[in-house]
């Protein structure tokens, strides 16, 4: 059973992959209305990720920068309300690996 959904599956054995922690899902910062998310300490090149991984279409993928009110860069599932929350990458350190 992937952590997030069977839909992002595909990118959790990436990370495990790299070697990125997924954390416990919990309730979205922007609402439970929009399920549980699971945050990641990594930056993701979407573009790349979506295309190798073959994600599917439905799958969102956005970047928030509230800046001191925090910031994201996450992949999205609207059919089960499961997302990998990952880090925006102008907040992002040097050492935190981006998946690509
Ligand atoms: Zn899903």
Do not use: Q
Not at 49 to 72: H, T, V
């Amino acid at each position: 059973m992937p952590i997030s959904c069977v839909h992002l599956a595909p990118l959790e054995a990436e990370l495990e992959r790299r070697g990125v922690k997924i954390g416990e899902p919990t309730p979205s910062p922007y609402g439970p209305e929009w399920g549980l998310w699971s945050e990641v300490n990594c930056t993701f090149d979407a573009g790349a990720l979506r295309k190798r991984l073959g994600l599917p279409d439905f799958i969102r993928f956005e970047e928030y920068d509230g800046r001191i009110a925090g910031s994201d860069a996450t992949f999205y599932c609207p059919r089960c309300r499961r997302a990998l929350m990952g880090r925006h990458p102008a907040y992002a350190g040097p050492t935190t690996p981006r998946l690509s």
